[in-house]
């Protein structure tokens, strides 16, 4: 179908493409006309007509921006998830010869890493997942099920072939879950040009089909589908619950010849349009607006139909979720939407919606303890000219505010943060890394109990027990005459926070020079800990500043040093402090040596697991089994 599209939305797009689509929405302030849906807290359209004429209104401040739609099934022939017609199915599974004879040798132990979670009971999606004799893995646009213990029989029993991106996993017992991405909708701007005085033909994706895969693994070696769901739009979020996977996908609203282009769902083939009476709206005003649908399916029973809402709001790009509750943030002008929505089951209803100033960082800016929900949040920006602010609030089970601690560290933003019961700790930075601890016993008041300020900063603040907090960021160091910090070598610390008003770095190890890096820096997934191992592993790029470059001068804090080794660093971690055991890397020959300012090798580490007393550690090309004791190599598994 080609025809003008107003776009009256900006959406972000899935995992993979990481794009942000483009929307202008003016401030027209919204009285509601429509009746009470359903969905406890929102409204519902009566009709399709209501619905152009709300997203209408919502512009009427603004100029329209204008797409012509290229090869779009929208508004036309809606996707079908049969095989051979839109959606690419599986392909032929592959399993290894001696599979079924080998699945009998496979011995379970209870010993084994699970992914690093928000919240516990409520499970998160990754890349990588282990039940504690297989590994199942997703690589490019296969699956892999690899019987992983004991060590002398691991190898790859399985490989499931897909023709698109395969994404995230689940496995709960015998139940295989995989999220798949495309892009098979493009548009292209047309009328005004996108900069001044410039013009642009380009493609921008406008939405994203999101297909989940249920399989039967009783059989390790040969998996079977069961139930497939396919969602029009881009992949937002994921959380697993019980027996349920609730899947948050979002596509664009925009007005199309006077018309909607309403989102739809398929099935197990059967095709789904949601319409315009079963959208739900709040009666506040969003820089943008997009259909987001939360879906709950039954992952253990795949005749349970799966069931869905669908909310017209902003952007979600930041979620959390409790085992109760999930909370779907959009941004603001100056703040952020708050979007409250009750999971039970199969059943999925809209709360209600409150408002805080400024943005979140990430989804552990939020959390959510007795009934109240937390967050913080950061006002303007520490660069430029602006002047940032950084703020907690605590808001009711209503979402309205009740206490208020604001403008912390000014001039900087946060980095990190992380609740813990009745307390929070928030790490800010532009020059200096102030680690606040923040008391939340008194919901209507908050208040600092104590701040450290120390060079560097903390991306990710992960607990270690009840006073003592780990920290995984960077070392910095001040430019002299300037307002910012030379970014240094990955820096690992351990914070004593029993004395709240007086919080300590009792441990630290910095790894490399500038130019060093890690995954977990801004995938909390990639992070492996074991209080009770006394266990940590990261993967890291470490880059080391040649001395002998600099011969007759100091070296200057902006000189960035050149890769020297990249894989898993195994810390050994207790309250004494932090020891490295050792490293394990993947990579052979000079990789490191041709990368220049950049790496990127399918050689590279980005995930570890551990099961009984072996270490796993996987890159692209294989999975290297090491013993935990001594890190002694104990078996290489190639992915092919």
Not at 88 to 115: F, H, K, R, W
Not at 261 to 287: F, H, K, Q
Request: proline share 5%; glycine share 10%.
């Amino acid at each position: 179908m080609s025809g003008k599209v107003q776009l009256l939305s900006y959406a972000v797009l899935g995992i993979v493409c990481g794009s942000l689509l483009l929307g202008v929405m003016g401030s027209f302030s919204f009285s509601p006309f429509v009746q009470k849906g359903d969905s406890s807290g929102f409204n519902a359209f009566r009709s399709e007509a209501e619905l152009v004429y709300f997203l209408n209104e919502k512009t009427k401040s603004s100029p329209p921006t204008f797409f012509e739609v290229v090869g779009s099934t929208l508004g036309g022939t809606v996707r079908s998830i049969i095989p051979g017609i839109m959606t690419p199915m599986p392909g032929s599974i592959t399993t290894t010869a001696d599979a079924a004879a080998s699945l009998a040798q496979s011995s379970a132990t209870s010993e084994y890493s699970t992914t690093d979670v928000q919240v516990a009971g409520v499970d998160e999606a990754d890349v990588v997942k282990t039940d504690g004799s297989y590994i199942y893995l997703s690589k490019g646009s296969s699956v892999y099920i690899v019987q992983a213990y004991p060590a002398k029989d691991a190898k790859v029993i399985a490989k499931i072939p897909f023709n698109v991106t395969v994404s995230d996993l689940f496995v709960s017992g015998d139940k295989l879950v995989v999220f798949t991405l495309s892009y098979p909708t493009l548009v292209r701007w047309s009328g005004r040009a996108p900069t001044p005085g410039g013009i642009s033909i380009m493609p921008w994706p406008v939405s994203s089909d999101t297909v989940v895969y249920f399989y039967n693994i009783s059989e390790r070696g040969s998996p079977v589908i069961e139930r497939t769901y396919e969602a029009e739009g881009n992949y937002v979020a994921t959380r697993m619950i019980g027996d349920y996977v609730y899947v948050v996908t979002q596509k664009g609203a925009w007005v199309m010849d006077d018309g909607v282009s309403l989102p739809n769902y398929s099935e197990n083939g059967r095709n789904y349009i949601i319409p315009a009476t079963n959208v739900y709206y709040y009666n506040g005003t969003d820089t943008g607006y997009s259909y987001t649908t939360v879906a709950a399916i039954n992952a253990k029973n795949p005749s349970t139909p799966a069931s869905s809402k669908t909310f017209l709001i902003g952007s979600s790009g930041t979620i959390y979720c409790s085992a109760k509750y999930l909370y779907l943030t959009s941004p603001g002008d100056s703040s952020t939407e708050v979007h409250k929505i009750a999971l039970n089951g199969g059943s999925i209803e809209g709360v209600v919606d409150g408002s805080v100033p400024g943005w979140v960082l990430n989804q552990f800016s939020m959390d959510e303890y007795n009934d109240y929900f937390r967050i913080a949040t950061t006002t303007g920006y520490a660069w430029g000219a602006g002047s940032s602010k950084n703020n907690v609030y605590v808001l009711d089970a209503n979402l309205k505010v009740v206490g208020t601690l604001e403008d912390l560290a000014s001039g900087e933003q946060i980095y990190s943060a992380r609740f813990m019961g009745d307390r929070l700790y928030l790490v800010t930075f532009k020059k200096v890394d102030p680690l606040f601890v923040v008391d939340l016993s008194v919901p209507t008041a908050p208040k600092v109990l104590g701040q450290l300020k120390i060079p560097g900063y903390s991306n990710y603040l992960h607990p270690y027990d009840e006073t003592h907090v780990i920290g995984l960021g960077k070392e910095a160091v001040d430019a002299e005459g300037g307002e910012f910090a030379y970014y240094q070598g990955v820096k690992l610390s351990l914070f004593d926070v029993s004395d709240v008003s007086n919080p300590r770095e009792v441990a630290k190890i910095e790894i490399g020079d500038r130019g060093s890096d890690s995954p977990a820096l801004t995938d909390y997934r990639a992070f492996l800990f074991s209080r009770e191992r006394s266990l940590l592993v990261i993967p890291i790029l470490e880059a080391k500043v040649d001395a002998t470059d600099y011969a007759g001068g100091s070296i200057s804090s902006s000189a960035y040093g050149s890769f020297v080794y990249q894989g898993a660093y195994v810390f050994q971690i207790s309250t004494e402090g932090i020891q490295l055991r050792g490293r394990i890397t993947h990579i052979t020959g000079d990789d490191l040596l041709k990368s220049g300012y950049w790496f990127n090798s399918d050689y590279s580490v980005y995930r570890s697991l551990y099961i009984g007393d072996n270490l796993y550690t996987l890159s692209g090309a294989m999975i290297k089994i090491n013993s935990l004791s001594d890190l002694s190599e104990l078996k290489v598994i190639p992915l092919t």
